[in-house]
């Protein structure tokens, strides 16, 4: 039975990790808006996700303004990857 | 228990739909492109003013309104040099991130496309030859001047479906739209429908239809990446967030 990444196998850290697989640099209030969550739960969901190494943070300013950007790292992406093989290896067990 | 494995199913072809409108929705931020057009369309009828005021002024032989329509023209063209090379980016950038800023940014292949820029160059070389060979054609009287627009669609719409290719990881599809409208205003023209602007505004023959193509091309894309945006909320609204909400109505009961 294939085994499913802890830190992808969670609903919100899924959906994040699907939306920067569309695109190459999301901003936090990107993320914030599309994913409807609150700033702190979103920071530690991104946190976790860094940790693990599947995110990489970009900080930088716009004007005055800090700007948080982040992309799916190459691992990120081979994980995510490796998470919809998983799960469609369970699926195909279940049928 | 097999409706509960449908439900998951289906959950999943949702969330696996989410990089899809993600980059429909990254690739259709075209608003900056809008604000370039208004803002190049604003500098044409400037200098189309000012250049035929001061014609003007010159045949009727108001010599002060044509030195002084002259001089602002001229203040104007410097103007318009600084703004292209130093405040266009700036202006853009900040228009942007103003029309933006509820939305937060994404992008799709911020260099993609460009990074091997030769082929761009060199399309805008054979561009920058052609326009003035082709103005050459028309003031020589060497081709009539009603078949302005036609001309320049064969140079034009190569250029910009070329354009559309290179970007194409990062652009819109529906930019494809304006070398499509161009073409077939040309083909249009040249069949003898009146798309035509007469007089002596020949240059509008060109303008119009590439302006107002590009505008139509820019807020068509505009209009489905709002489409996307709407479909990727959707799709990506987290269980935490549909819980908190939920949970709220419920407190609110």
């Known amino acids: 039975m294939a085994e499913l990444d802890p830190h992808i196998h969670q609903p919100t850290r899924l959906r994040i990790l699907m939306l920067l697989s569309g695109v190459d640099v999301a901003d936090f209030a990107f993320l914030l808006n599309t994913l409807g969550l609150t700033k702190g739960n979103l920071s ?23 700007n948080t950007a982040y992309s799916l790292t190459r691992e990120g992406r081979s994980s995510l990857d490796e998470y919809w093989r998983a799960i469609d290896d369970i699926r195909h067990g279940a049928d | 228990m097999k409706r509960s494995a449908d439900s998951v199913q289906e959950a999943d072809g949702r969330v696996r739909e989410i990089p899809k409108w993600a980059r429909r929705y990254a690739q259709n931020r075209t608003l900056p492109v809008v604000a370039m057009l208004v803002i190049g369309a604003a500098a044409f009828c400037v200098f189309g003013g000012l250049g035929l005021l001061t014609g003007w002024a010159y045949v009727e032989d108001k010599r002060v309104l044509a030195a002084a329509s002259m001089l602002v023209l001229c203040g104007f063209t410097v103007w318009w040099v600084w703004f292209c090379f130093i405040g266009f980016v700036r202006i853009i950038r900040s228009i942007t991130e103003r029309l933006y800023e509820g939305e937060g940014g994404a992008v799709v292949g911020a260099c993609a496309g460009i990074e091997d820029s030769r082929g761009l160059v060199l399309a805008a070389l054979v561009l920058i ?8 054609l028309f003031f020589l009287g060497l081709c009539p001047i009603r078949l302005m627009q036609p001309v320049s669609a064969l140079y034009v ?31 249009l023209d040249v069949a003898g429908v009146p798309v035509r602007f007469w007089g002596d505004f020949h240059a509008l023959d060109i303008f119009a239809p590439m302006v107002g193509y590009g505008l139509i091309a820019t807020l068509a894309a505009h209009i489905y990446g709002r489409v996307a945006l709407r479909r990727l909320r959707a799709l990506a609204a987290s269980p935490e967030s549909l819980q908190g909400a939920a949970g709220q109505s419920n407190g609110r009961a």
């Open chain 2, 157 to 187: 719409v190569p250029f910009l479906c070329y354009l559309g290719l290179k970007m194409r990881r990062v652009g819109s599809p529906f930019m494809f739209l304006w070398p499509g409208l161009y073409g077939i205003h040309a083909i």
């Open chain 2, 129 to 136: 030859f052609f326009v003035p060979a082709t103005l050459g």
């Open chain 1, 44 to 66: 530690s969901h991104m946190s976790r996700l860094e940790e693990a190494g599947y995110v990489e943070v970009t900080k930088s300013f716009n004007g005055k303004v800090p």
